[in-house]
């Protein structure tokens, strides 16, 4: 899709924001001064127009649908006080997630209190690790993790060019070297996002806590963490272990097999927002193919698990599965 988005100047942006600042930024933050529907973003699909889904919409009939500020997810926006940037970027990850609690007659109890739907982008290298976080009970979004990762194993000119061709066309390039961090740092601030959830810690290791990783495929998971990890010379840590492929919980709930994402929203006739394949458009999608199938009663289990003595080897708990 091509919304262009217009990046604050590079000297707007403090390099000395960290994921501390992150935390204090509240997910619901004060309403914005939305415009009517007049001007719909073409990204928002047409099929929005007919959807018959069990999730409110209402609040995006409205106000525009706007993308979100790539800076702010990541907690470094510092435009935060132009009207401006406020009305050309939505700075509430929540507002188009909302739930309409009418919607939460069918949901069954759950084995987790929170999901953690994750999407990386990068297939060389991974270039992007959105996380967006559902409460299981409500559906709501409780909060989300977002960061650019800067390759380590490749040349600066090299880096350039798969930038371009991957985000050049989204219009985010800019926002990915301006913020782009090593891997090793993402997960470094990625546990310090757990421990503040109550999710994982550090000195205790192990699963996740009450939660589990929710992905669409194995891929994520099972090879490119990993490979990552290989190439960035970290060990694999503890809290990836496990997960939920979406698709499999997916294919055993409804008895149809869907091959990807889009396949999912398509025949669920929930619209897709914002631009596929940009990894935290991505993860707001596939949260919404999980509040409905919560909403329509499905148990969302673990699908997926490494063997603690041989981790490289990885067992598939659903009989029926996509492979
Ligand atoms: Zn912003």
Redesign the pocket.
């Known amino acids: 899709m091509g919304i262009s988005r217009v990046l604050?100047p590079l000297s707007r942006v403090s390099p000395l924001y960290t994921s501390a600042f992150f935390h204090l930024v509240p997910i619901a933050s004060a309403p914005l001064p939305f415009r009517p529907l007049a001007t719909v973003s073409t990204a928002v699909s047409a099929s929005q127009a007919q959807d018959a889904s069990t999730l409110s919409y209402s609040k995006m009939g409205q106000n525009r649908w706007k993308p979100m500020?790539l800076?702010?997810t990541q907690g470094k926006?510092?435009?935060?006080d132009d009207p401006m940037?406020?009305e050309k970027?939505n700075?509430n990850c929540s507002w188009d997630l909302h739930v309409d609690p009418s919607n939460l007659n069918r949901i069954c109890p759950q084995n987790l209190d929170f999901f953690l739907v994750l999407d990386l982008e990068g297939k060389v290298e991974i270039l992007e690790f959105p996380v967006v976080m559902v409460d299981a009970k409500t559906m709501e979004v409780v909060d989300f993790f977002h960061r650019f990762v800067r390759p380590s194993g490749m040349s600066e000119q090299r880096i350039n060019e798969y930038i371009e061709g991957k985000y050049g066309k989204f219009g985010v390039h800019g926002v990915w070297h301006d913020t782009a961090i090593p891997f090793k740092d993402v997960l470094q601030q990625f546990e310090a996002w757990l421990a503040q959830h109550h999710l994982w810690e550090k000195q205790l290791g192990g699963s996740l806590n009450r939660a589990a990783f929710v992905t669409c495929g194995n891929w994520d998971l099972k090879t490119k963490v990993p490979q990552q990890c290989n190439v960035s010379m970290v060990e694999l840590p503890s809290y990836f272990m496990e997960w939920i492929n979406l698709k499999d919980v997916y294919l055993n709930f409804y008895k149809r097999r869907a091959t990807g994402m889009m396949t999912m929203m398509k025949e669920l006739r929930i619209p897709s927002l914002g631009s596929h394949h940009l990894g935290f458009d991505d993860a707001k999608n596939i949260s919404r193919v999980l509040q409905r199938m919560l909403a329509d009663g499905a148990l969302i289990r673990i699908t997926a698990r490494r063997k603690p003595d041989y981790p490289h080897e990885v067992e598939f708990l659903f009989r029926n599965r996509i492979r």
């Open positions: 604050p500020c800076y702010y926006c510092t435009m935060m940037h406020l970027f700075h």
